[in-house]
């Protein structure tokens, strides 16, 4: 789940985004002993609005998703994916089986 639902302060329904951390390094789902693969990583433009209008309430400017392929400390051939704004923060960090870039 990307946000935190509730009432603000009026009673209205608000969303909020949670789980933003300086670098994707810094997020607990970050897979220990992690080694990117030489042109593994992939960033594309978000397509998704709202999610992008809550991003920029945390930080405002540009936000990208991320594809990063390597391998685990076993030597598996994993993908993270997350959102990252330009300096650096990071969203919803998900570690995934296999490589997502050919």
Known sequence: ?????????LGN?????????????????????FKGRQNGTKIVKMNDKQLLEQL?????????K?????????GNRISIHYFQSKSGKVFNVKVKTGWSNP
């Open 66 to 74: 991320v594809f990063k392929d390597g391998f685990d400390k076993f």
């Open 56 to 64: 920029r309430k945390v930080e405002s400017g540009e936000w990208k």
């Open 1 to 9: 789940m990307y946000f935190n639902e509730g009432l603000d302060s």
């Open 13 to 33: 329904e608000s969303q909020e985004v949670k789980n933003v951390y300086d670098g994707f390094k810094n997020a607990p789902q970050y897979p220990e002993g």
